[in-house]
């Protein structure tokens, strides 16, 4: 049996890595359809085809694990999913809203018959895409201040759906880096480099903040042990962000067998973001207010639904790494039947 004090630190940490993945996979494909071009003419077009191919096999698949993240709060931690979902209702809506303009616009955009509906599809998974990167960022913010009604927590609210929008435009533009080639993968070069420099100004605005409105996360991280000992991972973050810029910058000259390296790069600033906001609450799972032994349910029911979890969750990670395998390499055009 284990130990009923476990069931819920172990059930955060599955939670933890599915909003991660989810982060990361999503986060790209949901950048691609940001960066869409809307102009109509024949090599937009074709710009926009491949661009939606190179998400084609896996966009619908990497939403996989907001579900799973989502399923895990309702079933692991019931409280904290009812005050979530209370506070957060208006932007949950938004998010499935752009989520269903991606999935019907995705499928429209090929079976239309002219070009003139077509490019009027390809508009609507862009707007869907950027709704759905806004509404995240913006819940995010409420989530890191506790959910506080007020001018300036709706305010950072609206800075993290501009940050968390221009991460996701970041790591999309390195997957085109990393699916495409000729011009599209010059132009991905130059969308990487400018979205970098505005989720690096984004990051140190909302630590700034983050800090300064926490007297608790400013004293774990400047007055605390383990505190210091993380202090590397924004400096590790920084520094990947300029390594990033001068490859890019060589990248508009040439750019040889390192078209991974961008993709890679981002994805550790990810996990590097991802820890210092886990490190910043933890054991709260609910800034403030909940943390992850209040809001757990029952450990009996935990401990059942920790047997299902260990067989789906690694089910999931290995038919994602085989989708990727089986797909890898750049775009090809997308058959639809």
């Known amino acids: 049996m284990i130990n009923a004090d476990t069931l819920p630190v172990i059930f955060i940490g ?136 007020s001018l300036e927590s709706t305010l950072f609210a609206v800075t993290s759906a501009c940050c968390v929008t221009a991460a996701y435009t970041y790591i999309g533009a390195s997957w085109l880096i990393l699916k495409t080639e000729g011009t599209l993968q010059q132009n991905a070069v130059q969308w990487t480099r400018k979205s970098g420099w505005l989720m690096v100004v984004g990051v140190i605005l909302v630590s700034l903040v983050n800090l300064w409105i926490s007297p608790d996360i400013f004293d774990r991280w400047l007055q605390n042990i383990y505190g210091i000992l993380l202090l590397p991972v924004p400096l590790v973050c920084l520094t990947l962000f300029w390594i990033n810029d001068r490859l890019l910058k060589r990248m508009s000259t040439t750019i040889n067998n390192t078209d991974w390296v961008p993709f890679a790069n981002i994805t550790l600033i990810f996990v590097l973001c991802f820890v210092g906001l886990a490190f910043s609450f933890y054991p709260y799972i609910i800034p403030k207010q909940l943390t992850i032994w209040e809001a757990a349910s029952a450990p009996e029911s935990l401990e059942f639904l920790f047997w299902g979890a260990i067989f789906i969750i690694p089910t999931i990670l290995l038919y994602t790494l085989y989708s990727y395998r089986v797909f890898w390499g750049k775009a090809q055009p997308l058959d639809y039947y």
């Open 14 to 149: 599955l939670m933890g890595l599915a909003v991660l993945i989810y982060a990361v996979l999503d986060g790209y494909d949901l950048g691609v359809g940001i960066l869409l071009p809307l102009s109509q003419d024949a090599v937009h077009e074709q710009q926009r085809d491949t661009m939606i191919a190179s998400i084609g096999p896996f966009w619908d698949a990497n939403e996989t694990w907001l579900v799973l993240a989502i399923g895990l709060l309702l079933i692991a931690f019931p409280k904290a999913y009812n005050t979530v979902l209370f506070a957060l209702y208006l932007p949950v809506t938004l998010l499935i809203t752009g989520l269903i303009l991606r999935g019907v616009a995705f499928d429209f955009r090929a079976k239309v018959g002219t070009l003139y509906l077509k490019n009027i599809w390809d508009k609507i998974f862009k707007a869907g895409s950027l709704l759905a990167s806004l509404s995240q960022g913006y819940m995010l913010g409420l989530y890191i201040v506790g959910f506080e009604q």
